[in-house]
């Protein structure tokens, strides 16, 4: 199994561009979410999903737009970029949406907006 | 107040310390607790869960009390690849795992 997998692992944007950052896995886990990580501030909740069709929002949602078309991918989509988007991004996913189980993280997208 | 806070650190020990991490959180209804550990520019990966009786995985201690919203981390014989900070985790009744900042971790040889 590959676990999680995120691209594009770097990415450099100007302000005002449009980007989708893609997220798979491969283990057919019902949840998976996006993070932001900043410096002294943990990880941030964006988006999650616990089914295909179904989205919500978490702490830190505006100016990101989530889909989940099908149980393996879960893209994130950064409509307008600005600089205060710059951070590290993570994608994870677990078996349900208890929250006993196990999350599981891809490598992260180190985003840079100029 | 945050909703799960740790002292950032860093915490710079030789090796084979005995070093603790502490974390106390501010919801009295959370229902899970982890401890995920990080390296430099890495994801997040689990390390240990956190049960009420406590638990413990070869030199690694985790503890739990409720009554008073706090979790600790005890790392006994710390080795060079025990460096890298420790995140302490929180769930929720809303399905939602909340991220203190992280404690780093220094194993000088």
């Known amino acids: 199994n590959a676990g999680v997998t995120q691209t594009p692992k770097f990415q450099v944007l100007k302000t005002g561009q449009s980007m989708t950052l893609q997220c798979a896995q491969d283990?057919?886990?019902?949840?998976m979410s996006w993070y932001r990580q900043d410096p002294g501030m943990g990880l941030r909740l964006i988006h999650y999903s616990v089914g295909a069709g179904i989205t919500d929002q978490g702490e830190v949602p505006n100016g990101y737009n989530v889909s989940r078309s099908t149980t393996e991918d879960f893209p994130l989509r950064l409509l307008s970029a600005a600089p205060s988007q710059t951070s590290v991004y993570f994608c994870?996913?677990?078996?349900?949406?208890?929250?006993?189980?196990?999350?599981?993280f891809g490598p992260g997208t180190r985003l840079t907006v100029l | 107040r945050k909703e799960v806070e740790q002292d950032p650190g860093p915490f710079n020990v030789p090796e084979g310390a005995t070093v603790a991490f502490n974390c106390t959180y501010s919801?009295?209804?959370?229902?899970?607790f982890f401890w995920y550990r990080q390296d430099c520019r890495k994801e997040p990966k689990l390390l240990m869960s956190?049960?009420?009786s406590g638990n413990e995985d070869g030199r690694f201690t985790a503890q739990l009390n409720r009554a008073s919203q706090y979790i600790s981390l005890l790392i006994r014989d710390s080795k060079l690849s025990d460096s890298a900070t420790y995140l302490c985790?929180?769930?929720?009744?809303?399905?939602?795992?909340?991220f203190g900042s992280g404690t780093q971790l220094t194993v000088l040889p």
């Open positions: 919801n009295s209804a959370s229902q899970s």
């Open positions: 985790v929180v769930g929720g009744s809303a399905r939602q795992l909340t």
């Open positions: 994870a996913s677990r078996d349900s949406g208890t929250v006993y189980n196990e999350q599981f």
């Open positions: 283990m057919n886990h019902e949840y």
């Open positions: 956190v049960y009420s």
